[in-house]
Structure formats: C-alpha cells, structure tokens
C-alpha cells in the first residue's frame, strides 16, 4: 500500500507543480499584455478595430448609395429620352399614314370609272 501512497503523493507534487507553471505563464502573459504608461488596453484597441471597419463599411454603403442614385438619375433620364422617341415615331408614323391616304386618294381621281367586271369562269 505505501507503493500506491507515494504514487499518489508524485502525482499530487506533479499537479502542484504543473499547476505552478500554468499560474507563472498566466502572470507573465498578463504582465506582458498590461498596458504600459501612454499605450492603449485592449478594450481601446477592439473599440479602434470596430471603429475603422464600421467607418470602411459605412464608406462603402455611402458610395453603392451614391451609386445607385446616380444609375436611377441616368435611367430616369433615359426613360425621358425613349418616351419622347416613342412620341415622335407615333407622330412621324400618324403623318406617314396620313400622306399615303392622300396619295391612295388622288390616285383614286385618276382610275376609270367603270370597270366593268370580268365575267368569271364557271
């Protein structure tokens, strides 16, 4: 029995011992990380970080905006620009048909009168 007992006691010197190196690293990570005199925590330093992404985010959603409005600035003067084409082609179109009435008309002056019709063969 006094064999498992001073197993039990190595283990237990073992723990404390690996347990003392944790606690020495912690301290020395810690004491690594402390802010020194005029230099930020690491608070400031997330809060800096977030800062800088969200203004890059932002200045990129304000330039895709400005974007945008100038895009739908373009369509909307496009848009003008087909619909007053279309209105001059429908005029153009409405004149066109206009004339050839006429024309068809004057040519109809011109015709014989009576034609008599042909006899069809039956």
Known sequence: MSGIRRLGEIEQATNRGFEGEIREFVRRDV??????????????????LIDRVAGATTEEIDRLVAELQS????????????????????????????????????????KPEAVAPRPEAG
């Open 31 to 48: 004491q690594r990380r402390a802010p020194q005199a005029g230099q930020s925590t690491g608070v400031e330093n997330a809060t800096n």
């Open 71 to 110: 895009m739908r600035e373009m369509l909307h003067r496009e848009g003008e620009r087909v619909r007053r084409e279309l209105t001059n082609y429908a005029g153009l179109s409405q004149s066109a048909m206009h004339s050839m009435k006429v024309i068809a008309d004057t040519l109809a002056q011109f």
